[in-house]
């Protein structure tokens, strides 16, 4: 089932070289936050690189000065929504324009990358004064609302639909079921591993959404983490020690995600080399 | 497999019902929102209070206690606070505005203060307390109750607010065999000292004055000028002054620091980490960077000091405002009794004491830090608070531009400091190019 | 006409073709009913307030409910095309664009196509600590590159006083390194999402072309050229449009945390632009016009990347 090919020595060593250097250069910057987390206040500022007199008060402090572990439930709850809703507003978008060749087809795929392109502050005050007038500002529902399609989406998707292997595809087309369940039962367990990894993706943007939260939220109660982490930075003085604590914890959801979603990654090549 | 289809298309369904529902519920609910005002000050009276210290970690705690503190004593009046961010401020205030949103309170940087009276509709603090007006602002510093002044109207009360400080490392200045109590009194001195420090410490840097970034402000820039007898807008507020000697002087001191190395080439953070981490001798910066900068040396194992603001030779120093300070909004007549009780309270004797001693920035009652005063103990433990409001005498009001182009107009000013500490266009052209494109931003 | 819808369906053959029988029956009504989930929700919230942008942007207006949008025709443009840092961000925005690719395409490029040769278990790990950086919050990566970049005692400075260069670098406060840092850490930020995409193509290749070439003799490079990157070139050409279009607004928090646009300019791009003059200055005219122009600037450039695209690209039917 899997790849039965051994590669020759030297593309191998060539490939744990070039991994292995990416990969030092991508951990380092976490592993400098982390260790700088655990040093007390100010050793922060000396530049030595691992913490002389370890400490777990920038952590102690993180909770007590922000409402860190709501805000961290806050945030995984507008990003795990909107991701969901996301993902399936996108899967039938893409599958519809990857399927058929309708008419108005390339003005919607025209609109859709037009979308993608618009910066936030073009849409951003009338779609505030709307949620306002919801009756939605300070909730999770007024983060994601604007949010619950994704032109990012839905062309990723596209994108990964349109190179599926045409074998299988043929294998579904003799099933003569309807575009519905060819789309649940064909398509979308062969697409795990690209809905996946755009689900993972999906849901760091809107956890990394600083902006619109700050202006859709009243009280810091109410907040996301990203503002919170921003709490600690101000003119009058970086509360540096706190501020890489609390991004430390605020790393573990996504994380832990990211370890979930790359099994379902794995498990569908290995389905799919099974077909 | 049915029943997963059957599930999907029932999601769908209800998203798109969400996205129209969403739409169609547009004009209901604005108009609930400003009814229940007139009343009698017995009713219960809901303010909103924008501030920008509810959203910094170091001084959410001091402002929230001011809240509460003045909630328990008027349990009619409910201060809501909202957390709004202060670099994005004037966005977050119009899109509320736009929303049909308007904050009761709120805490705005000063140089807002012609846009907020303006084009915000700002009500002056003498609409505000009628025959309150006197006797409440009476035990203030006159100069820091006129930085909220435009023409003849107060349009704003200092809250948070803090002046230009000179701190230095004293631990620095004794490895240069400088003597940590005699600091520089003026910018001929900042030099020599700061070249002195440099060449007994590799790698540190000698001076940095901060007015290099939108995230420190213009403000330093602005006392900078007036210092050196320049000016920046007319008293008209039409014209900008600002191509004139005493700018150009002002200027071509910092070039000159530059030039010899005395001023480093750091960013705004990077100069502040460098401080704090004890690679800056000498640091020109806001009065409210006190206690971070304290925090630090003693981790760091040097010694803080603080000076007054250095004087161009033979001229005395005109120091200028940072910080916030209040500004009222409501229209509702209830509202406004409740906002001038909480206004009362804040820029009150218990107010000034919590901001001082709580949040790190500077009370405008004299009274306060004298002896028998609420922060006399804490100003002998303090001693830079004296160095701060020995300036208060001298203060003048940091310009807040009018018309639409007032925050590029101040970044203009950030542009200058810019252009003269990391380019070589000569000085005399780089004042008369900023002043023409202020002037054109004043005029369009 | 014909040929033109021809060619428009290069970009979704296999679909296409698979369903041309049902495409008749249903053509005109499923697509749309798939569609309209995403397509209302987006007019809701981008159509419509782009189309009011769109208006605004011939208007003068402080954004205040108590003042009336006055028409002014071009002159919210000719304004925008005037205000100081224009010409600079476009420019950098076009570096960034080119500036990007090596971490958005070459490197995870690479990267995945080697990932396949090694242990699944190796690449599993070195693929997760690739990824890491995005799990970092922005403001944080911000944070420990202004301590690594720190021209005082960060540590690359540090490390270059130790090989030997004297004077210290100030890496954000040097126009000629202040763009190049801001690409880079851009781009560090972003290599794990592109290699996770490139791995997921590569995975997708179908295993029987290898088991062919390997039993023809081609070695691995053959392997590669031959059919590794003619099947990648969907993905490689989206990647590299993404990466082009995104540059900019990905490198937001670094800009606003680390430089703000400067020093004098130097880091100032298009997405920076829009929030600092128009947005945070609160300028209705200039926050419309701006992103008008860099919306179709971005199409035109979306499109024509998308046209070059279709022709590179290659499906594997």
């Not at chain 1, 089932?1 to 020595?9: D, K």
């Not at chain 2, 995230?215 to 507020?237: F, H, V």
């Not at chain 3, 428009?8 to 798939?34: H, I, Q």
Request: proline letters at 5%; hydrophobic letters at 50%.
């Amino acid at each position: 089932m899997e790849s039965t090919q051994i590669y020759s020595r030297p593309v191998r060593m060539g490939g744990y070289v070039l991994l292995a250097v990416l990969s030092l250069v991508s951990i380092f910057p976490l592993v400098w936050m982390a260790l700088n987390a655990f040093k007390p206040g100010d050793e922060i500022l000396y530049f030595s690189f691992l913490p002389e007199h370890a400490t777990l008060q920038n952590f102690k402090d993180a909770f007590s000065m922000i409402p860190l572990g709501s805000m961290i439930l806050r945030s995984f709850a507008a990003a795990f929504l909107q991701m969901a809703a996301q993902i399936i507003t996108s899967v039938p978008a893409a599958y519809a324009l990857a399927r058929w060749n309708f008419k108005g087809r390339k003005l919607i795929y025209g609109l859709l990358t037009i979308s993608w392109l618009i910066p936030f502050q073009a849409t951003m005050l009338p779609n505030y004064v709307r949620l306002v007038q919801m009756g939605l500002r300070d909730t999770v529902m007024g983060i994601v609302m604007p949010n619950l399609a994704s032109a990012f989406g839905i062309l990723m998707l596209y994108q990964s639909f349109n190179s599926f292997p045409r074998t299988i595809l043929e294998a579904a087309q003799i099933d003569g079921a309807g575009p519905f369940s060819t789309l649940m039962r064909v398509v979308l367990p062969n697409m795990r591993g690209a809905v996946a990894s755009l689900g993972v993706v999906l849901f760091i943007n809107c956890w990394n959404e600083y902006f619109w939260p700050l202006l859709i939220t009243r009280t810091i109660e109410k907040s996301t983490v990203q503002i919170g982490l921003r709490m600690f930075l101000s003119s009058d003085g970086n509360l540096w020690g706190p501020m890489l604590a609390a991004a430390l914890i605020s790393c573990v959801p996504i994380l832990l995600l990211y370890l979930v979603l790359q099994r379902q990654i794995m498990d569908s090549f290995m389905k799919s080399g099974i077909k | 497999m049915k029943l997963r289809t059957r599930i999907f298309s029932a999601i769908l369904a209800a998203l798109t019902l969400v996205s129209v529902t969403a739409c169609g519920q547009e004009e209901t609910s604005s108009a609930a929102s400003s009814a229940g005002s007139a009343g009698s000050s017995e009713e219960q009276v809901e303010i909103t209070f924008y501030s920008y210290s509810l959203l910094n970690a170091g001084q959410k705690a001091g402002t929230q206690q001011l809240i509460d503190e003045f909630m328990a004593e008027h349990p009619n009046i409910k201060v809501t606070g909202v957390a709004v961010s202060n670099s994005d401020m004037a966005a977050r205030l119009q899109a509320d505005m736009a929303a049909g949103e308007v904050p009761d309170v709120a805490q705005l940087p000063f140089r807002a203060m012609d846009f907020a009276a303006n084009s915000l509709g700002a009500v002056p603090m003498e609409e505000l307390a009628g025959d309150e007006y006197d006797e409440q602002f009476s035990g203030m510093y006159p100069n820091g109750l006129a930085l909220g002044k435009l023409g003849d109207l107060t349009y704003c009360l200092p809250f948070t607010f803090s002046t230009p400080m000179l701190y230095y490392n004293a631990t620095l200045f004794e490895s240069a065999g400088l003597d940590p109590n005699d600091p520089p009194e003026t910018w001929d001195e900042v030099q020599e000292y700061a070249l002195a420090i440099k060449e007994a410490n590799p790698g540190v840097e000698g001076i940095h004055v901060a007015t290099t970034g939108p995230s420190s402000g213009e403000w330093i820039a602005q006392s900078l000028i007036y210092s050196n007898g320049g000016e920046i807008l007319s008293e008209d507020r039409s014209t900008i002054l600002l191509d004139n000697e005493g700018t150009v002087g002002a200027m071509q001191m910092l070039r000159d620091l530059a030039e010899c190395g005395a001023h480093g080439t750091l960013t705004e953070e990077e100069a502040q980490e460098a401080f704090l981490g004890g690679n800056l001798a000498m640091y020109l910066q806001s009065s409210a960077l006190y206690a971070s900068a304290a925090d630090a040396a003693e981790a760091g194992g040097w010694e803080l000091r603080g000076a007054a603001e250095p004087a161009f030779a033979g001229k005395e120093v005109v120091p200028t405002n940072s910080g916030s300070a209040l500004f009222v909004f409501t229209q509702d007549e209830a509202k406004r009794e409740a906002v001038w009780e909480f206004i009362k309270f804040v820029t009150g004797e218990r107010g000034y004491t919590i901001i001082t001693s709580e949040i790190g920035y500077l009370p405008l009652r004299p009274s306060l830090v004298e002896e028998g005063g609420a922060l006399y103990e804490y100003a002998q433990e303090n001693p830079q608070l004296g160095v701060n409001l020995e300036q208060m005498s001298r203060m003048r009001q940091t310009v807040s531009f009018p018309g639409e182009n007032w925050q590029a107009m101040s970044n203009g000013l950030i542009e200058m400091i810019d252009r003269i500490l990391w380019t070589e266009d000569p000085v005399e052209t780089v004042v008369s190019e900023i002043a023409a494109q202020e002037q054109a931003l004043l005029d369009s | 006409m014909d040929a033109k819808v021809l060619r428009s369906r290069a970009a979704a053959p296999s679909f296409a073709r698979a369903g041309a029988l049902s495409r008749k029956v249903r053509r005109g009504f499923t697509p749309w009913l798939f569609l309209l989930p995403a397509l209302v929700l987006l007019a809701i919230w981008v159509y419509w307030p782009l189309v009011r942008t769109f208006f605004l942007s011939f208007y003068s207006w402080n954004m205040l409910p108590t003042t009336d949008p006055q028409f002014c025709g071009l002159d919210n443009f000719v304004k925008l095309l005037k205000t100081p840092g224009f010409t600079d961000a476009v420019r950098n925005t076009l570096i960034m664009m080119v500036g990007i690719l090596p971490f958005s395409v070459v490197l995870p490029m690479a990267a995945a196509i080697l990932a396949k040769t090694i242990s699944k278990r190796a690449s599993g790990i070195f693929r997760a600590l690739i990824f890491v950086p995005m799990i970092m919050a922005p403001v944080a990566v911000a944070a420990v590159f202004r301590w690594i970049l720190h021209p005082v005692d960060g540590l690359l400075n540090q490390l270059l006083a130790h090989l030997g260069v004297e004077e210290s670098i100030h890496f954000l406060n040097d126009p000629k390194w202040a763009l190049g840092c801001m690409i880079f850490i851009t781009g560090w930020k972003m290599m794990g999402f592109f290699t996770l995409l490139f791995y997921n193509a590569v995975m997708n290749i179908d295993d029987s072309y290898y088991q062919a070439a390997a039993l023809d003799g081609a070695t691995f490079w053959q392997q590669t050229v031959r059919i590794t990157l003619p099947l990648l070139s969907p993905t490689l050409v989206f990647n590299t449009m993404l990466s082009i279009l995104f540059a900019s607004s990905w490198s937001f928090t670094y800009v606003d945390t680390l430089t703000q646009g400067g020093p004098l300019n130097a880091t100032i791009n298009a997405y920076y632009f829009m929030w600092d003059k128009g947005f945070r200055t609160s300028s209705s005219g200039l926050t419309s016009s701006s992103a008008v122009v860099f919306v179709l600037a971005f199409g035109i450039i979306a499109l024509v990347l998308n046209h070059i695209g279709q022709k590179l690209s290659y499906y594997d039917n």
